[in-house]
């Protein structure tokens, strides 16, 4: 039987691939919302797993609603930033301008969990509020086992 260069290099491809591909979240201050829900949305389809393991800030949190929570665990490094969306700087000439809109559909993602610790915690402002880890952020993300 003979093996064709192209099947002998999707079977080299195949078993050099993990089984279950991982994200490992270790220092994301966030960025552009529509960037963070691409990467997200291919992560969740593709069924890989996220471990957070260092400051996961910002648009970085919309992992917590795109990609079932059963797949993300947190490290005891993790800790969790969210505050108000804001317009692009490059059309509101450098000054950091809220959003509401923004503000409303990063909410629109979170889960319960993450909804109940951020109004019982004063709501979304322009200042950053962190979740560290303990207790407190094992209520919305399971710590990671030790085979992950």
């Not at 064709?4 to 080299?12: D, Y």
């Amino acid at each position: 039987m003979r093996i064709t260069s192209l099947a002998l290099l999707l079977l080299t491809l195949f078993a050099a691939t993990p089984a279950h591909a991982l994200l490992h979240i270790t220092n994301d201050h966030g960025g552009y919302v529509e960037q963070y829900k691409t990467k997200y949305e291919r992560i969740r389809d593709r069924g890989e797993r996220v471990v957070i393991d260092g400051v996961c800030n910002s648009a970085c949190t919309l992992v917590l609603g795109i990609v079932p929570l059963n797949k993300i665990c947190v490290t005891p490094r993790a800790s969790l930033g969210f505050h108000e969306a804001y317009y692009d700087k490059s059309f509101t000439f450098g000054i950091k301008v809220t959003s509401a809109a923004g503000t409303s559909e990063l909410m629109s993602y979170y889960p319960d969990t993450v909804k109940d610790w951020i109004r019982r915690n004063g709501g979304l402002t322009t200042q950053m509020k962190k979740i560290k880890n303990g207790t407190e952020l094992w209520k919305i993300v399971d710590p990671c086992p030790d085979e992950w």
